[in-house]
């Protein structure tokens, strides 16, 4: 597959090219209607000074520029996914390339939208970040749901300050997860986490492509694919390599990010 060819990427890449360039790594936001243990225990919504600290994006004019580049790549999103709600994976070409920093405000673009919710799943097991950058303390994540440590979907479900958007951390580092996202668990923990809101977008965070095969395995959860590059940081032949792992129909396009 040729990256510069394919005419869904083009699209994207031209959404959010250069245009995300004055926010690094940021935070999150709150519950919709259904009741969740860890979502229920009042998190105040932060203020735009706090999101800012958090370098997320928020609805001021201090960072509107940005907000509409993920907006404009909500929109597209949307377009692809065709009416219904739908899960994204959010993948690196290699470290460094700001994935985390994509899929974080990704969310909060979903969040933005108030007949919609977003929830923010880290699959980096071996290096979870989302929990630092929204400065939340946890006491579990979906690596302990999928080894058994913890039964209750809900304990593994975090506010972020954000409203209408929820945060699944991947727990202590691991290892080894590619036998556990290949999992029959692993696979009705997703469809479980979409299918409780029909308004509910989830948005994956994945691990590098280049480095891992969880990228690809993950790739199997999802039903769009939005793939990563620092810009400045990868080949051409690179990115072509990182895309031709996945199945070019969930391939919705390529980020050009200036943030890592």
């Not at 999101?51 to 692809?80: P, W, Y």
């Not at 951390?169 to 479980?192: K, L, N, Q, W, Y």
């Not at 308004?199 to 769009?224: C, F």
Request: hydrophobic share 40%; proline share 5%; glycine share 8%.
């Amino acid at each position: 597959m040729t990256v510069a060819r394919t005419s869904r990427t083009i699209a994207m890449e031209q959404t959010v090219n250069a245009r995300t360039d004055a926010l690094a790594p940021g935070a999150g936001g709150e519950t919709g209607s259904r009741s969740i243990t860890r979502t229920d225990r009042g998190l105040q919504p932060l203020s735009p000074r706090a999101l800012e600290d958090r370098k997320l994006i928020h609805r001021n004019d201090s960072v509107r520029t940005q907000a509409d580049a993920f907006r404009g790549l909500r929109t597209k999103l949307l377009a692809l996914g065709q009416g219904r709600n739908f899960v994204t994976l959010v993948a690196p070409v290699q470290p460094g390339c700001g994935g985390s920093f994509v899929a974080r405000n990704l969310a909060a673009a979903f969040a933005f939208d108030h007949s919609k919710t977003a929830l923010l799943v880290d699959c980096d097991a071996l290096h979870p970040t989302q929990h630092k950058a929204l400065g939340i303390d946890i006491d579990g994540g979906i690596m302990d749901y999928l080894d058994g440590s913890i039964s209750d979907l809900d304990a593994i479900q975090y506010q972020t300050g954000l409203p209408r958007l929820n945060l699944v951390p991947s727990g202590a580092p691991r290892e080894t997860t590619g036998e556990h996202f290949s999992s029959s668990r692993m696979r009705m923990m997703i469809d479980s986490f979409r299918g409780t809101q029909s308004n509910r977008y989830l948005i994956l965070d994945s691990p590098p492509t280049l480095d891992s095969p969880d990228a690809l395995i993950l790739s199997d959860l999802a039903d769009l694919i939005v793939v990563v590059a620092g810009y400045g940081q990868v080949t051409i032949d690179a990115i072509d390599d990182a895309a031709a792992n996945f199945d070019p129909d969930k391939l919705a396009g390529i980020v050009f990010n200036n943030i890592y």
